[in-house]
């Protein structure tokens, strides 16, 4: 993902998968050393803004008040660089990438590249759900 033309990347991240790393204000830290833009990009906006108030982190757009496709077209069509990336975990994520013009990172793809810390698995997929995910 880093490259000659790093700054001129907008970097967004699924709200599930910013969650799966270890250390994620590390990550914005990081990636703002090689990314114009960084934000946060999902569905359920409180969640966003109570994760982005608990780990205090600094970032440069957040969904607001649109579902995460919307959210992905008005970035898109407000940031003015030259590369669009959106690190996710489901084919959700990778559809409304890919039909919204963003090129789409698996997160385990995304940490593999940057040197990005990954949360222990069971940290991630505690509960049913995660469980139910881990067993597929």
């Known amino acids: 993902m880093n490259g000659p033309t790093g700054t001129e ?3 967004g991240f699924e709200l599930a998968a910013f969650k799966a790393f270890d250390q994620p204000n590390e990550v ?6 090689w990314s114009r833009y960084v934000g946060l990009i999902a569905t359920d906006t409180d969640a966003v ?3 982005v108030q608990t780990h205090e982190l600094n970032l440069d757009f957040l ?3 649109r579902d995460k496709w919307l959210a992905l077209e008005e970035i898109r069509e407000k940031t003015n660089t030259d590369r669009h990336v959106f690190v996710g975990l489901a084919s959700d994520d990778r559809m409304a990438a890919e039909h919204t013009g963003w090129e789409f990172v ?3 793809e995304a940490a593999e590249k940057a ?5 222990e698995r069971s940290n991630r997929n505690s509960g049913f759900l995660g469980r139910l995910r881990d067993w597929f």
Do not use: Q
């Not at 914005?28 to 050393?33: F, L």
């Not at 040197?115 to 949360?119: C, P």
């Open 9 to 11: 990347t907008t970097l």
């Open 28 to 33: 914005v830290a990081d990636a703002r050393t």
């Open 49 to 51: 803004t109570s994760y």
């Open 63 to 65: 969904p607001g008040d």
């Open 106 to 108: 698996p997160v385990e």
């Open 115 to 119: 040197g990005w810390a990954l949360a």
